[in-house]
């Protein structure tokens, strides 16, 4: 899809992204810290991509608790306004989503990988505490270019390959294409990080 710019300029080849910092209030924030932290407490958690940290199963959106729910709203309106962007009308999907809780404590991180036979890949971030260096990749989420023929340009800003680098902050979600591959640097901070990895899948009627 070519997305304008101006009279002569666009873009192809594009890979959308949806970021929005307060995406959920911190009131139900604090009830989805409680939900994880149950069930965290209660089992040892999958072992994924994850290393160090708990992750539960897959089964968030199972979940009984009215924050889940208001998630769930959320994430579908957010879902068909990226789907929907440049569209001449407003694209209707029927969603499946499955998801999980990450509670990652100092060393822990996630390596790069990507999401095979979704389409859409989500996180959100329940708790994020500062960094505990400043400065440094701190529990970033990274995203790599999906073009593997960019990086052969040696031009330091033109059609730059760069991985993009987003630092978590509570109520944040982001969104992307599920082939896109990215990673989770370690968190060194001496608080907890608390996150919620999604799956979005659009399927026939």
């Known amino acids: 899809m070519l997305v304008k710019l101006d009279a002569d300029l666009s873009v192809m080849f594009g890979t959308q992204l949806f970021l929005r910092k307060q995406f959920l209030d911190p009131v139900t924030n604090a009830g989805l810290e409680k939900a994880v932290r149950a069930r965290a407490a209660a089992g040892p958690g999958v072992r994924v991509s994850n290393t160090g940290g708990w992750q539960s199963e897959p089964d968030l959106f199972d979940w009984q608790e009215p924050e ?31 998801g999980w809780a990450n509670v990652n404590r100092a060393g822990d991180y996630n390596s790069l990988h990507n999401h095979p036979q979704q389409h859409l890949a989500a996180v959100y971030y329940v708790k994020a505490p500062p960094p505990g260096s400043p400065g440094a990749p701190d529990g970033v989420l990274e995203l790599r270019d999906p073009r593997p023929a960019a990086g052969f340009n040696g031009h330091a800003t033109l059609f730059s390959a760069y991985p993009m680098r987003f630092a978590p902050e509570p109520g944040m979600l982001v969104m992307f294409p599920a082939f896109v591959d990215h990673m989770v640097h370690p968190h060194h901070g001496a608080d907890e990080r608390i996150s919620l990895a999604i799956n979005i899948q659009f399927v026939d009627d």
């Open 68 to 98: 889940v729910a208001k998630l769930a709203a959320e994430l579908d309106r957010a879902i068909q306004q990226l789907v929907s962007f440049g569209q001449a009308a407003p694209v209707r999907l029927k969603i499946r989503r499955a």
